[in-house]
């Protein structure tokens, strides 16, 4: 990784100014590890006594470790939390039980879904961070890692044999896209 991103003096024209682009990138992070906690913990209410569960909770636990990080960021930052943390402390929520009703394969499926839009926006971070951000990007990088392994597990877990595969991650991918840009902004 070089010291290109813009994060360093190597910004352009109409890019947002570092102070701008390093608090919507923490109040998104942030959103997202709430909105994956609250995913977890959904699929858990209907799916914490089946074979799921150990997996779920696997996940779950790094998603809460993920979650305090980027508490402790925020906090030293001073970088507000999204204003829509509500919406998706039950939107969150909503969707990991409504996908864990289908379902263990459409759990998985879910899950499949968001952490592979994560992974493309956390690469997407840390190609924006500097040398001079290297803290924070080593630690999106990290947790992009474990994202991607979460999308593996699920994969691993059937989640290509949940009914409407296809469509149902393209709608979750669809709503997953527009948190982040929602939650970048409010």
């Known amino acids: 990784m070089s010291a290109a991103g813009i994060t360093a003096e190597k ?14 990138i923490i109040r998104v992070d942030h959103a997202g ?3 994956a906690k609250r995913i977890y ?10 074979d799921a ?16 990080a980027f ?6 930052r001073r970088v507000r939390p999204t204003a829509l943390e509500p919406l998706w402390h039950v939107a969150g929520f909503a969707l990991g039980a409504a996908t864990a009703m289908l379902g263990k394969e459409a759990a ?21 961070l500097g040398d001079d951000e290297r803290e924070l990007r080593d630690a999106i990088d990290g947790f992009r890692k474990d994202e991607l392994h979460h999308r593996d597990v699920s994969l691993q877990h059937g989640a290509e044999t ?4 296809v469509p149902l991650t393209a709608v979750i991918k669809t709503g997953t896209r527009l948190a982040i840009w929602l939650s970048k902004r409010i």
Do not use: S
């Not at 569960?53 to 305090?68: G, S, T, V, Y």
């Not at 508490?71 to 030293?76: A, F, K, S, V």
């Not at 949940?162 to 595969?165: D, E, I, L, N, T």
């Open 33 to 35: 590890e709430y909105g």
């Open 53 to 68: 569960a150990p997996i779920l909770n696997e996940m779950l636990a790094q998603e809460e470790k993920h979650l305090a």
């Open 162 to 165: 949940a009914p409407a595969y």
């Open 71 to 76: 508490n402790i960021i925020m906090t030293e």
């Open 108 to 128: 998985m499926a879910c899950t499949a879904a968001v952490e592979e839009v994560i992974g493309e926006h956390y690469a997407e971070q840390t190609h924006l």
């Open 41 to 50: 913990e959904g699929q858990l209410a209907i799916l914490g006594k089946t």
């Open 11 to 24: 910004r352009l024209p109409g890019d947002a100014d570092k102070e701008t682009l390093l608090a919507q």
